[in-house]
Every structure is written in structure tokens, then in C-alpha cells.
């Protein structure tokens, strides 16, 4: 063997690096491999047992690793017909012998996970429950926990799990588990670990009495970095105000308290060092209240907001972002449709007829380096050519430009293809664009937007439309072909709406999809015959198969509710694909095998 692989550093980060992919479904999906590695030789024998053990999604492979009269197999009682699941059990009690080899293992766990098991494993947990007072915390090198959605059984058993020297905690209580004894949890998991730098929480916010548990705990972290969780109290806020250390938080903004109040109980500098934020609120008057009385200066901000006052609190809420001194790389604001953050009992929520212009965009433009601006609000935007390339010009840096895709403008857009490919010539490092645009032939001189886009973006591959209209798909087509060369989809005309009394919408929605629809698949077609290799004699026309009939009279008198409508836009275009042309999906989703090991923890018995 090569000297250079004696050298344990250099061993350690090989190993390491094929558990760079695990999953607290799966796990790493090396286990047998690094199994095999540690059975290789006395030099590998650690190094491999370290990271093979590092990190486990639950604790099969402990039980495992025992003798195999000590456990046996059985069906998960909860799992459905169609995932047929198996888990190990003790089969007997514990022998001195056994819990020598858990000695061995055990310490070297870093990371762990729990989520949402079946209340028979609770005979697991009790058994492990009995271990001598020296093995208690179970894994007393643990640096990560991530306790999930397990039943209100497991209660008992979590502070098996909570070492001091804890780092990292994910704790997510099912709603339907909540209990007093979670409450007293989340009281006291403080206490059990006060060295935590993250810490992510969640609970049903109707439980009795556990805000004020929770913002016990968080009065015991003094290293907190990172922390994601819902309500706390005054003193809690005042608590992570003053810390130096948090970076990131995220937080449900009560309406209720005066923000100027809690910073006069700061001493100093209210959260100092604090770049990412992510916060709920009611409405944009309270982040307003608290960036202004909190003097945040923030680098990423993603706020989701239940009231549409977007048009009205948007521009203070920008101008409170405007006042620090960081510089804003990326921007967020979403509506969020979920009334139970509301205080007031009698609250009514209705979508009004507010409308945002660029004026509202203005306080941002200090913000040259702004990388992302993502708005998804129950808000009409009101913005024409001039207006986007004003933006544009604002943020040449912009990687993702998304304006209302999933609600739509509310009013027709008065962008056109001229201001779209200025968008794409001002801003080259465009990946993600949505923009509501008039993509009717009216709206495109040929001898402007496209044909003279020195720069046409290959990037974007999917475009988010809005409810942008289109008469003629081929014409259409065409100026987004140029544009966008590599543009696989078109996504628009969502099922969310700003106005529910438009009774027109849904009778629009149809038949602009229908076109919308027509012009991908020309636009497929032309990737697919590859136009840069058109003979010099052959037209971009010609591409277009001849027996195309017009399809910008669309049959506006079609009965909406017929579901027997078939429409075809292959027939109604001439277009006949080959097997080969299917769209192609940029997100697949992953799947996952279950693996029936039955050798040991890891497949293997002598590791």
C-alpha cells in the first residue's frame, strides 16, 4: 500500500466524502462500502468505522450490529400495502455482551435522526432506556439531533438523546401528539444542552403555554447562530437582540408587541451580526416596525406576509432594507395563506384593488449587487417597458427576476418583446425569469426586439408568463425562440387569482393556455431540428410546418364546463413529433429502494 494512504487525515476526508450524500431516509448509501473498507486492514479499520458510524438515520443499525438472536424482523404495522416496510426489534433482553458492542459503536455517532416511527419501536427505546447510568446520553459524542413528528409515546425517551455538548437540534412536534409533555420538552431542552448554535422548533402555536416554554430555553443559548422557530416572548426577542452570534433567524413577527419597547431594553447594537432573515408577519407594517426600531441590515430576506397590503407598506418596508449598511443580495416577499398567525378574532381578510408601480421598487435601487428579487403577493403591478428595464438597469447582477408569477398582474402588462430582451441584453446572468409580457403579434416589431438581442440568454430554460396574453403562437414563438434558445417550457396562467368576481378569468385562462401551449411545442421543435445548422437557403419559416392553420381566433364561444373537449394542439398545428421529442423534465424526482439487510447494521457482520 502506498505510503501516502497511512496517513489518517488524508484517509479520514477520503472516507468522509462518500457519506457527502446522506439522507435521513436512506442514509448515505455507502454503508457497505465503508463496511468492506474497515475489514481491509488495521489502517483503514478506524477512519472507516468513524464515518460509517458519523451519521445514522435511525437506530436499526445499532441493533444490528448485535448478535442475531439478540433482534429479529417485523412489518411496520403503520405502513401502507403499497410500502411495505420492516424494522428490527429486540428479541430478548440485553446481555452484558451486548452492551459491550453498543460501547463500541455508540461514541462515535455524530449525527442522528428520528422521524416519525411506529409506537411499537417505543420497546426499543425502553430497552435502550436501561443502560447503565454511564451510557446516558446513549451516543455522548452527539453534535446533531433531528427528532421528528415522533409519537407523544417517544416522549420520555428524548433526553436519552440530548448530550450537553449538543450543537444542533431539530425538534418538530406533531400537532396531533402535542401534549403537556412536550411543553415541559421544550422548557427544558435549555437546560439539558445550553451550548446550542442551531436550533430549529416547531410546534402548533394553540398549544397552551408553549411560546413561554420555548423562550425559556432560548434564554439559556448564549452561542446561538441559527434559529428557526415561530412565536417567542418580549424577553426572548431581547435575548437573541443582543446575542453577537446569530446570523440567521427565522420568525413569526407578533403583532402585537412594540417593537420600539424591546429595543430600549438592548444594550448596544440590536442584532449585530444578523445577514439572513425570514419572517411571517400579518401585514408589512409590522417588519416595517421591526427593521426601522431593530435597525436590521441584512444580506437575504424572505418575508411572508397574510394581509395584501403589499402596494401600500411595500415601499416603507424597502426604504426600512435601504437604511443598512450591508448590501442586499436577495429579496422575497410571498403571501401567505394561513389565517391562524391572526390575533384579532374578528379580522377579515379580502383581496383589494391595490396596485404596485416602479416607484414602489425605488428605495432597492441602492442595491446594484442584488442578485434575486422574488415577488409572489396578492397585488396588481402596473409596469410597461420602461419600467423593467429601469429595473434592469438597477440590478445587472440579477440571477433571478420574478415578478407575481403565481398570482399574475391583475392588469394587462404593457411589457412587450422589446422590453423582455432588454431585460435578457441588461441582465446576462438571468437563470430564472418570471414576467407578465403582451405577447400578441400587435406588440412586436420585427425589426426591434428580437433581431437586434445581441446577447439571447441560454440559460433560461423554463419562463414563467403570469396571465400574459398571446394571439398568434408561431409569431410568439418565434421572437421567445430567439430570445431564449434553449427554452424548454412555458409556465402561466396559474390557478391562483387576484380577483375572485373575475368572471371571465377562468374563460380566458383556457384559451391563452391552449396558445401558450401551441407555441412550446413549436419552440420544442425548433430545438430539436437545431437551427444553427440551417442551410443558408432555408428560411426560419420553413421550420414551421406548411399546413399550420392561424390559431389566433381562438373559439372564445367554447363551453367551459364540456369535458369532452379534445382539443389537439398537434392537429391544429400540423406538427407530428418522433418518439424522441418529448419534453424533457428538468426536476425527476429522485426515488429511493429500501434495503432488507439482514447480514448486520451495515451489511457486513465483523464491522
Not at 448509501?29 to 488495521?42: I, P, V
Not at 472507516?48 to 417485523?74: F, G
Not at 420574478?402 to 398582474?409: E, H, S
Request: charged share 25%; proline share 4%.
Amino acid at each position: 500500500m502506498h505510503r501516502v494512504l497511512t496517513i489518517h487525515e488524508l484517509i479520514q476526508h477520503i472516507f468522509g466524502c462518500l457519506n457527502d450524500h446522506f439522507s435521513n431516509v436512506t442514509g448515505s448509501g455507502n454503508e457497505r462500502t465503508l463496511s468492506a473498507l474497515a475489514r481491509t486492514c488495521q489502517t483503514f479499520k478506524e477512519p472507516a468505522l468513524n464515518v460509517l458510524w458519523e451519521k445514522i438515520a435511525s437506530l436499526d443499525p445499532l441493533i444490528k450490529c448485535l448478535p442475531k438472536d439478540a433482534w429479529k424482523v417485523e412489518e411496520d404495522p403503520e405502513a401502507g400495502w403499497m410500502q411495505q416496510r420492516f424494522m428490527p426489534i429486540f428479541a430478548r433482553p440485553l446481555t452484558e455482551g451486548d452492551w459491550l458492542i453498543i460501547r463500541e459503536y455508540a461514541p462515535r455517532v455524530r449525527r442522528f435522526c428520528m422521524t416519525g416511527l411506529h409506537r411499537s419501536y417505543s420497546d426499543v427505546m425502553f430497552e435502550l432506556s436501561l443502560a447503565s447510568r454511564d451510557m446516558h446520553p446513549l451516543f455522548p459524542n452527539l453534535k446533531h439531533l433531528e427528532w421528528i413528528s415522533m409519537p407523544s409515546d417517544f416522549r420520555p425517551y428524548l433526553r436519552m438523546f440530548l448530550p450537553a455538548a449538543l450543537e444542533s437540534l431539530t425538534y418538530i412536534i406533531s400537532s396531533r401528539d402535542e401534549g403537556r409533555a412536550d411543553i415541559s420538552m421544550l422548557a427544558a431542552i435549555g437546560t439539558f444542552c445550553p451550548g446550542l448554535k442551531e436550533v430549529t422548533v416547531d410546534f402548533s402555536d394553540v398549544a397552551e403555554g408553549g411560546v413561554e416554554a420555548f423562550s425559556r430555553s432560548v434564554g439559556c443559548w448564549k452561542d446561538l447562530t441559527i434559529l428557526r422557530c415561530g412565536w417567542m416572548t418580549d424577553a426572548a426577542l431581547i435575548h437573541i437582540a443582543s446575542s453577537p452570534t446569530l446570523r440567521k433567524l427565522s420568525i413569526t413577527l407578533p403583532s402585537v408587541t412594540s417593537f420600539r419597547d424591546v429595543r430600549s431594553q438592548i444594550e448596544g447594537e440590536a442584532f449585530k451580526n444578523l445577514t439572513t432573515l425570514r419572517a411571517i408577519a400579518v401585514n408589512l407594517d409590522v417588519f416595517t416596525a421591526f427593521a426601522t426600531h431593530m435597525e436590521l441590515s441584512l444580506v437575504d430576506v424572505t418575508l411572508w406576509i397574510v394581509e395584501n397590503d403589499f402596494s401600500e407598506s411595500a415601499k416603507d418596508s424597502f426604504m426600512a432594507l435601504a437604511s443598512g449598511s450591508r448590501s442586499l443580495l436577495s429579496l422575497h416577499v410571498a403571501s401567505y395563506d394561513d389565517s391562524a398567525i391572526l390575533t384579532s378574532s374578528d379580522y377579515f381578510h379580502a383581496v383589494h384593488g391595490r396596485t404596485a408601480t416602479i416607484s414602489t421598487f425605488e428605495p432597492l435601487f441602492k442595491f446594484q449587487q442584488l442578485r434575486v428579487l422574488d415577488l409572489s403577493v396578492r397585488c396588481s403591478l402596473k409596469l410597461d417597458d420602461h419600467d423593467v428595464i429601469e429595473l434592469a438597469h438597477s440590478f445587472p447582477l440579477l440571477e433571478g427576476l420574478l415578478l407575481n408569477a403565481d398570482y399574475g398582474w391583475g392588469v394587462p402588462s404593457s411589457v412587450t418583446f422589446i422590453g423582455l430582451s432588454s431585460v435578457v441584453n441588461i441582465c446576462p446572468k438571468l437563470n430564472k425569469l418570471a414576467i407578465e409580457f403582451d405577447a400578441t403579434a400587435a406588440s412586436l416589431d420585427l425589426n426591434q426586439p428580437t433581431s437586434n438581442a445581441t446577447s439571447p440568454n441560454a440559460t433560461i430554460r423554463t419562463l414563467l408568463i403570469g396571465n400574459s396574453q398571446i394571439d398568434d403562437p408561431i409569431v410568439a414563438a418565434r421572437a421567445l425562440f430567439t430570445i431564449f434558445p434553449n427554452l424548454n417550457r412555458i409556465e402561466g396562467w396559474s390557478s391562483r387569482r387576484l380577483r375572485s368576481d373575475d368572471h371571465n378569468w377562468m374563460r380566458d385562462r383556457r384559451r391563452f393556455t391552449r396558445r401558450w401551449d401551441s407555441a412550446q411545442l413549436i419552440i420544442h421543435r425548433l430545438r430539436s431540428r437545431n437551427p444553427t445548422n440551417i442551410h443558408e437557403d432555408e428560411s426560419f419559416d420553413d421550420l414551421v410546418p406548411s399546413d399550420s392553420t392561424d390559431v389566433s381566433e381562438d373559439d372564445d364561444t367554447d363551453d367551459m364546463d364540456d369535458p369532452g373537449d379534445d382539443f389537439s394542439e398537434e392537429d391544429q398545428l400540423g406538427l407530428v413529433f418522433d418518439d424522441d421529442d418529448g419534453f424533457e423534465d428538468e426536476a425527476s424526482d429522485q426515488e429511493f429502494e429500501d434495503e432488507n439487510v439482514e447480514e448486520d447494521a451495515f451489511g457486513d457482520e465483523d464491522a
